[in-house]
């Protein structure tokens, strides 16, 4: 093709190719060399090679040597002006996509509607890598003549392309800007259809790993170390964080940072063998991989007494008060971390039992039946949820007191299998269930649990948090030694870890729960049971009308046969034993020393023939929370739900 036009490389970029003895260039062809039509700003010569490189042009030389000089020479001096131009108005286009000068003599763009051209780059933006290849490909393979062969520095192969688009032939600039595809990307288009032909690109790395990637078992021990740590020193969260309906979050101590958890991941490594990963890399794979470990901020970590201490660390003026505050600060720690370790032992023993028997036994068995010593307990109250909800909350029900239900949680770790009472303040002790929380209530469905779900066990390990009204009283220790008094338990081990660090699994339940009920509609206690069943494999619902639990007057019973535990709100493991009934051994710590204290102030066979204490009925709702309900809150339920959650009180009926 006489005066055939091709790629250009300007001035600069030639004086820099000139001194790099590596780099091939071509000379323009020959005047008199064949080609398939006359010059036209529609039609492309592109001399191709087997390698593909970044310089306009490629050229493979079978015969002759390569002059470098020559070449840049042939690009900074005989090149065609306008062809120069054209180029460089090419590139122009590329920065600036919506001018409408492709820089030919026809100025191709112009032909088109620009808001036609602007949607069709915008359609091609949105498709995808392999869908735009394979479009590009046929767009250039019907617009391609036959590959020659021509003579200059030795043997060459020419491709030639005539552009078009929306029928009308165009410069290659214009073609380029109209389909949205880089100079780049076009070379790599026109190289990959003379070497494959039509078909799919498929990159390098496809079905192998890349060299760079980073092999599975670093990312793997990243994981493993970080799930170990957050199990050894974490705190799992009741409930997801509000707004976010993801697992409940585990937070380490606060105390700890990204940095420091990565020294002790290396120093792991190190001692281990393994390869460590970057600081940078051990963030991205914490992440990914487990983002709801989260490091405690001083906001979420409620402990009293570290922020106090913490505190007297930051308000101590002189190095000797720093070191003095720190000290007791760090020790504080070191005694959440030893309970948290001493509650971590007993859960995983009491899985290891259970998961050595061929079938867990079927709740509901006798006292003593079954040969297990292992069994962990943990109880405690939710917080309350209130009735009606929808997942549709409406703004005035926010400022009003709907029904209230309360939830009591008895956790048999090593099962796992979590009993919850729902308790509707029409079915607890007291008006209005006023009453729901204390002892009386606490120790009757403790009762419960161990004669309709127990596992027949003969020691059990319970857990509990610090809250006196509730667990660590007078009455619960005296129940527990009742029980072990009456031969229902040969051995109890009561423990209690440090408030502000008592969440345990059972607050994982919960967070099943609330995380269920609040993607829920629910007006009656039929539908909370549903919804607490339906929350997880774990959770069973308990309701209390209609079931054997029942309400007894434990408090004033036990007062007659046992003693009060002097210094109880110090005291945080008690066991009972039956070689010793009536005396139960202490410690303030879990590596402290034990004392023996006895709390049986009657006889054992005045103990053993006094039964079980009289029955309490519930206390109902009093006439002005039923009045309320009927008022307030009946409106925000439901036609065919307002009679069951409130209903007309019988005063306002019968008038």
């Not at 023993?349 to 040969?371: F, H, N, R, V």
């Not at 309350?384 to 005035?396: H, K, T």
Request: proline fraction near 6%; charged fraction near 25%.
């Amino acid at each position: 093709m006489s005066g055939g036009k091709y790629f250009t490389i300007d001035e600069n970029l030639a004086l820099s190719l000139a001194e790099m003895e590596s780099d091939f260039f071509a000379e323009d062809g020959d005047e008199d060399s064949p080609g398939p039509a006359a010059e036209s700003p529609s039609t492309t010569e592109i001399v191709v090679s087997d390698d593909v490189d970044d310089t306009e042009e490629e050229v493979v030389e079978e015969d002759g040597e390569l002059d470098t000089e020559a070449a840049a020479q042939e690009f900074m001096g005989t090149a065609d002006p306008p062809a120069a131009a054209a180029a460089a108005s090419e590139e122009s286009v590329e920065m600036c996509h919506d001018v409408q000068d492709c820089g030919c003599q026809k100025q191709c763009l112009k032909k088109f509607d620009s808001q036609l051209v602007e949607q069709t780059r915008l359609n091609f933006q949105e498709l995808e890598r392999s869908e735009k290849d394979l479009l590009l490909l046929g767009l250039l393979e019907s617009c391609r003549y036959p590959a020659e062969t021509v003579r200059g520095h030795g043997k060459r192969r020419r491709v030639t392309f005539q552009y078009s688009v929306f029928g009308e032939e165009v410069c290659r600039g214009a073609f380029r800007h109209v389909y949205n595809v880089g100079i780049k990307e076009f070379k790599n288009l026109v190289h990959h259809l003379e070497e494959n032909g039509l078909v799919p690109r498929i990159h390098g790395h496809k079905g192998r790993r890349a060299p760079n990637a980073m092999p599975f078992e670093s990312v793997e021990a990243v994981v493993k170390f970080m799930k170990q740590f957050s199990d050894q020193f974490g705190i799992p969260h009741p409930a997801p964080l509000h707004g976010r309906a993801d697992r409940p979050p585990v937070f380490l101590p606060a105390y700890e940072t990204k940095l420091s958890i990565h020294g002790k991941y290396v120093a792991s490594c190190t001692e281990s063998g393994i390869r460590a990963v970057g600081y940078d890399l051990f963030r991205q794979i914490w992440s990914k991989c487990l983002p709801h470990i989260v490091i405690a901020s001083p906001r979420s970590d409620v402990c009293e007494k570290c922020e106090a201490l913490r505190r007297c660390v930051v308000q101590a003026v002189s190095e000797a008060d720093k070191l003095a505050a720190t000290e007791r600060f760090t020790e504080h720690i070191h005694a959440a971390q030893r309970e948290r370790e001493w509650y971590r032992n007993k859960t995983l023993e009491a899985k290891a039992e259970l998961d050595s028997l061929p079938s867990i036994p079927e709740p509901g068995q006798s006292s003593c039946s079954q040969p297990l010593c292992k069994v962990h307990v943990t109880f405690d109250f939710a917080q309350n949820v209130a009735l009606p909800q929808s997942s549709r909350q409406e703004g005035p029900l926010f400022f009003k007191v709907p029904r209230k239900v309360h939830l009591f949680g008895v956790n048999c770790e090593g099962a796992p299998r979590q009993v919850n009472y729902l308790l509707d303040e029409a079915d607890t002790i007291g008006k209005d269930g006023k009453s729901s929380h204390g002892p009386n209530a606490v120790v009757s469905m403790l009762h419960h649990y161990f004669c309709v779900h127990g596992l027949g066990e003969r020691e059990v390990y319970l857990h509990a948090d610090n809250c006196s009204g509730q667990n660590k009283n007078r009455t619960v220790c005296a129940y527990l030694a009742w029980r072990v008094l009456m031969g229902l338990h040969k051995s109890i081990t009561y423990s209690f870890m440090l408030t502000g660090h008592t969440r345990c699994l059972v607050d994982g339940c919960f967070g099943l729960i609330k995380q269920r009920f609040r993607r829920s509609d629910c007006y009656t206690m039929q539908q909370l049971a549903e919804i607490v069943n339906s929350s997880a494999q774990c959770n069973v619902a308990q309701l209390v009308p209609g079931s054997t639990l029942e309400w007894r007057e434990w408090d004033n019973f036990l007062a007659r046969y046992f003693r009060a535990v002097k210094g109880i709100r110090e005291l945080h493991h008690i066991r009972f034993d039956a070689a010793k009934p009536g005396v139960i051994s202490v410690k303030k710590t879990v590596d402290g020393a034990e004392v023996d204290l006895t709390i049986l102030s009657a006889p054992v066979d005045t103990v053993k023939a006094a039964g079980l204490p009289p029955v309490l009925p519930p206390g109902g709702l009093s006439r002005a929370r039923q009045e309320y309900l009927y008022s307030s809150v009946r409106p925000h339920v439901p036609a065919d739900y307002q009679d069951v959650l409130c209903p007309m009180p019988p005063q306002v009926e019968s008038g």
